[in-house]
T-cell receptor
């Protein structure tokens, strides 16, 4: 079955630490890849997306992600986190042709202490 | 400027009393999604439409139904809400090709 896995359930970092959140999916065909962020009490916001081309994509707020096709992975990174990055992070994958379902991973809670 | 609008933002319904949540979009997107999100959990896809084609997830209970009368509107009907259906319900839209999903603010459903 098609699925999206996020390896880290809860990550706790100090400000200025580097961040990497893992995301893997199970599908051998064409994928569209996304990372969404949800701040407490707010709706989902897009951080970045990958459709094709350069596998290293840059998003808002200093986030970036790298698509490694051979590993079916799309890991999220940020060199130096801030307290304001405290939020829930979701990896989402659209697997297959246009109009197919957008599936979310279980999410990672990031807590950044100042 | 709101592109995906969900109404109401908060809905309280009685156990077993049918309830309808609505979603409208100004983006003219082909795809509309309904997700259920419980506290501290990932959004769970209930179903989605690609134009008029309805796609139900295998584990979506029969208690949940949906209607899409036109491109702009989509409804989520819960025929007999149970306490376990209390959640945030998210509507999202997406284009047919290479677009992200745009989310509404959600409707928080409380079942009493």
């Amino acid at each position: 079955a098609q699925s999206v896995s996020q390896h880290n359930h809860h990550v706790i970092l100090s400000e200025a630490a580097s961040l990497e959140l893992g995301c893997n999916y199970s599908y051998g065909g064409t994928v569209n890849l996304f990372w969404y962020v949800q701040y407490p009490g707010q709706h989902l916001q897009l951080l970045l997306k990958y459709f094709s081309g350069d596998p290293l994509v840059k998003g808002i707020k200093g986030f970036e992600a790298e698509f490694i096709k051979s590993k079916f992975s799309f890991n999220l990174r940020k060199p130096s986190v801030q307290w304001s990055d405290t939020a829930e992070y979701f990896c989402a994958v659209r697997m297959g042709q246009a109009g197919t379902a957008l599936i979310f991973g279980k999410g990672t809670t990031l807590s950044v202490s100042s | 400027d709101a592109m995906v609008i969900q109404n109401p933002r908060y809905q309280v319904t009685q156990f077993g009393k049918p309830v309808t949540l609505s979603c409208s979009q100004t983006l003219n997107h082909n795809v509309m999604y309904w997700y259920q999100q419980k506290s501290s959990q990932a959004p769970k896809l209930l179903f989605h439409y690609y134009d008029k084609d309805f796609n139900n997830e295998a584990d979506t209970p029969d208690n949940f139904q949906s209607r899409r009368p036109n491109t702009s509107f989509c409804f989520l009907d819960i025929r007999s809400p149970g306490l376990g259906d209390a959640a945030m319900y998210l509507c999202a839209t997406g284009g047919a090709h290479r677009t992200e999903a745009f989310f509404g603010q959600g409707t928080r459903l409380t079942v009493v």
